[in-house]
């Protein structure tokens, strides 16, 4: 059974820091592609960051140079480094990791930016 469980998430100041991480279990993670994405309500779910053994890792314009993403595959983890946050940063963050022929999603974890 694959679970994907992230943590970290809370509120913050605007200009703070925050980090999630998300472990994954259950999938082959050391090839897999992963990423973070965030829904705010009434706001499609965006992409901030990606990476992949094929490619450099991807950031979203509005987080580019201050979200870093990192995985660690003998763990199965893959974090989300979150410096001088914004209020438009707050939504629900979520997991992803696409494994098995399909993607896989955690159930979301809450970071609100206070200004």
């Known amino acids: 059974q694959v679970q994907l469980v992230e943590s970290g998430g809370g509120v913050v100041q605007a200009g703070g820091s925050l980090r999630l991480s998300c472990a994954a279990s259950?999938?082959?993670?050391?090839?897999?592609?992963v990423a973070w994405y965030r829904q705010a309500p009434g706001i499609q779910r965006e992409l901030v960051a990606r990476?992949?053994?094929?490619?450099?890792?991807d950031y979203s314009d509005s987080v580019k140079d201050r979200f870093t993403i990192s995985r660690e595959n003998n763990k199965g983890t893959v974090d989300l480094q979150m410096n001088n946050v914004k209020p438009k940063d707050t939504a629900v963050y979520l997991c992803?990791?696409?494994?098995?022929?399909?993607?896989?999603w955690g159930q979301g974890t809450q970071v609100t930016v206070s200004s």
């Open positions: 990476s992949s053994p094929s490619r450099s890792d």
């Open positions: 259950g999938i082959p993670f050391e090839l897999a592609p």
């Open positions: 992803y990791v696409f494994g098995r022929g399909r993607s896989f």
